[in-house]
């Protein structure tokens, strides 16, 4: 029988934990909490405090394929340690998207796997159904729009942006403002994108914007590729994939990238002498969102979890926003009161409500877009 007094002693226990920020009474492994590999919620381990004390034992974070300039990564990267406590190392800056599937499908379950990944929500569906990722939800996964996330809760999209032109004005004059542009006379070996449509979620999208410039549809990516045949026959493409030291030196003086990548150019190149000037594409106007996703094999499962906790907060969000990503919590934070409003303000404004391509039209697309990329730029030169 438990007495009175050592009640008293187990209650004023947990209070003195929680004073430390422990909440053992919360977080204490009990019958029915998931391990941190089983979680598919933090709610599910027992809240928050048990996933961040899990998260902070385990001390690591392996991700892949996170360029510190790409839609604020190194300050959600910084921000995150400073708040945990955690180490983040990231393998393959450069990556694509394809790239950190591959490397969840052949490292399995070996110590060097990443924790997590970072993808166009094309190839999140293609991670999906070779059953690489571990279902999960955020707390605001509720407020996530049905079409940005996956019901199985496998992946959720967390920022977006347009696909836009960049161009180097010191070097290029005029600088192109649409796909038409591109094909014109001046621009021999300036056309850049960011990697290969097949293995990249960007260059896919830009294959994707290039069809709905020039007649296509979601139902009909064709003649984006016939676009770029076109702009690789008259000698305006460049296979150099673009990134931030390309863009600095000049060997990709036209980029077509997402508009908070090319827009981040803009701020961050001023200074050294580059105007960049950036379009969103009229005659090719199109929104995609980024997804994160847990490995289903992630050797820091606690620390991968707490990351996507951390990327879906108030905090991650207006970090994405600060550096003209959209964050996918956008109209909930305006609605709740969370969202930095200077730093929507700083968004170009585009016509018209995005429209998403949906499921069996991605898939359609990026299997016509695998199978044509080749043979479209095939003679391309270098």
């Not at 994108?193 to 410039?213: C, I, M």
């Not at 863009?247 to 990548?261: E, F, H, K, L, M």
Request: charged share 20%.
């Amino acid at each position: 029988m438990t007495t009175p007094c050592a009640r008293a002693a187990a209650v004023l226990g947990c209070f003195a934990l929680v004073a430390l920020g422990l909440s053992a009474c919360e977080d204490t492994p009990t019958a029915g909490l998931a391990k941190p590999s089983t979680a598919t919620s933090a709610a599910s381990m027992g809240g928050m405090h048990a996933l961040i004390a899990a998260a902070q034992q385990e001390g690591t974070l392996r991700a892949i394929a996170l360029p510190h300039d790409w839609a604020n990564y190194g300050r959600l990267i910084d921000g995150f340690e400073k708040k945990y406590g955690i180490k983040v190392t990231v393998e393959n800056p450069l990556g694509h998207s394809e790239d950190e599937i591959d490397a969840l499908r052949k490292r399995g379950n070996r110590p060097t796997a990443p924790d997590v990944i970072d993808v166009g929500d094309t190839f999140a569906r293609k991670a999906a159904a070779q059953n690489l990722l571990a279902p999960y939800k955020v707390a605001p996964y509720d407020s996530i729009p049905d079409n940005q996330k996956d019901s199985k809760a496998r992946w959720s999209n967390n920022y977006g942006g347009y696909i836009s032109i960049g161009c180097d004005a010191n070097r290029v004059k005029p600088c192109p403002a649409t796909f038409a542009d591109l094909l014109k006379p001046g621009y021999q070996g300036k056309v850049a994108l960011e990697g290969d449509p097949p293995r990249s979620a960007t260059a896919f999208a830009s294959v994707y914007a290039a069809a709905l410039a020039n007649n296509g549809s979601f139902d009909d990516v064709q003649p984006g590729l016939d676009f770029f045949a076109e702009l690789n026959d008259r000698g305006n493409f460049t296979p150099v994939n673009s990134n931030a030291a390309t863009v600095a030196s000049g060997r990709t003086p036209i980029s077509i990238n997402w508009d908070y990548i090319n827009l981040h150019y803009a701020d961050t190149l001023r200074d050294k002498g580059v105007n960049w000037q950036v379009a969103i594409p009229f005659d090719g106007s199109f929104a995609q969102y980024f997804a994160l996703a847990v490995n289903k094999n992630a050797p820091h499962p606690a620390a991968a979890r707490l990351w996507q906790e951390y990327l879906f907060s108030p905090e991650g969000q207006n970090l994405r926003l600060r550096a003209y990503a959209r964050p996918v919590l956008m109209d909930a934070m305006r609605q709740d009161g969370t969202l930095d409003k200077a730093a929507a303000e700083r968004l170009p404004t585009v016509e018209g409500t995005p429209q998403f391509p949906t499921d069996a039209q991605l898939e359609k697309a990026k299997e016509t877009v695998t199978k044509g990329w080749a043979k479209a730029v095939s003679g391309r030169p270098g």
